[in-house]
């Protein structure tokens, strides 16, 4: 949402100046920007280590991704997916990552 007055690009560039030698940057992301975004990464020697993609359910290809990066490149990036539906409740694993965010019945 951010990329309606930012892109990619500024925005990375402003995390790029600000980052700690062992500091992270991360973007959730509409799924098919991932290529786009790990390339403007790699322009300002950022790495992506870490990609997750969000599905709704486990039977939906992923909406969204979440992309790790860091200044330190990766042998390998470390890929999973996080269903957040499975039928018809919320999944564990969706509920102990925002557990901090949300009252669940």
Known sequence: RHCISLSYREIIRFAKD??????????ILP???RLRVERELRSFSLFPFKVTGIRTT???KP????????RTRAE???EKDLSIMENGDFT??????????YLYP
């Open 18 to 27: 600000r980052l700690t030698a062992d500091g992270r940057l991360a973007f």
């Open 31 to 33: 799924a098919d920007e």
């Open 58 to 60: 486990t039977r939906k």
């Open 63 to 70: 909406s969204r991704i979440i992309v790790e990066s860091s």
């Open 76 to 78: 390998s990036v470390q």
């Open 92 to 101: 564990a694993e969706y509920r102990k990552l925002t557990e901090d965010f």
